[in-house]
């Protein structure tokens, strides 16, 4: 029984490990600043994977950012290909050179950017419908600037530590 529950330990704290931190990129180029990438028009395509790989939805997306100076308002609108259309909008506050914070109608509490070199990572708790009700759901969400026009977004999204789902977008500046 011991060697049972020490082997599941073993598998479950390798699999929350994330060794890949934002500072890992400090001094790479292209640089990233999200604000100056997500300013203006945006279009974005992705797939949504559930927690075996499995592609179960597909989009596409229109951004539109403005910069004030201090923070970017994001309007998404995400066409789904069940029919499905999600708007969000984000106000980014730009806190450093490094350091944001964010806020949409459907993220609990803080959004925390993390801005160094080519990436972008974003940490935050979104309310997902789900059968009529909606569940949190945590967003580990990095962005991978390629060149002038595009970036790729990755996202795991877990529940109570546990992978659920995983997307994969692709974005490019008009």
């Not at 944001?100 to 708790?125: H, L, M, N, Q, R």
């Not at 309310?127 to 580990?140: A, N, S």
Request: charged share 30%; with cysteine; net charge positive.
């Amino acid at each position: 029984m011991k060697k049972v529950l020490s082997l599941f330990l073993t598998i479950f704290l390798i699999g929350c490990a994330n060794n890949m931190k934002p500072t890992d990129f400090k001094g790479q180029k292209p640089r990233l600043i999200i604000e100056d990438y997500l300013s203006g028009n945006v279009k974005a395509w992705g797939v949504l994977q559930n927690r075996s790989g499995k592609v179960i939805r597909q989009f596409s997306a229109d951004l539109n950012g403005s910069w004030d100076g201090q923070q970017l308002i994001l309007d998404e609108k995400f066409n789904w290909s069940d029919g499905e259309v999600q708007k969000r909008q984000w106000t980014i506050k730009k806190i450093d050179d490094h350091n944001y914070e964010g806020t949409a109608g459907d993220v609990v509490g803080i959004a925390k950017g993390f801005s160094y070199g080519p990436a972008f990572k974003f940490e935050y708790v979104l309310l997902v419908p789900v059968k009529k009700r909606e569940i949190k759901i945590t967003f580990d969400d990095w962005i991978f600037k390629q060149d002038e026009k595009v970036a790729i977004n990755r996202a795991t999204m877990t529940k109570f530590g546990f992978k659920v789902a995983e997307l994969t977008v692709m974005f490019v500046k008009k």
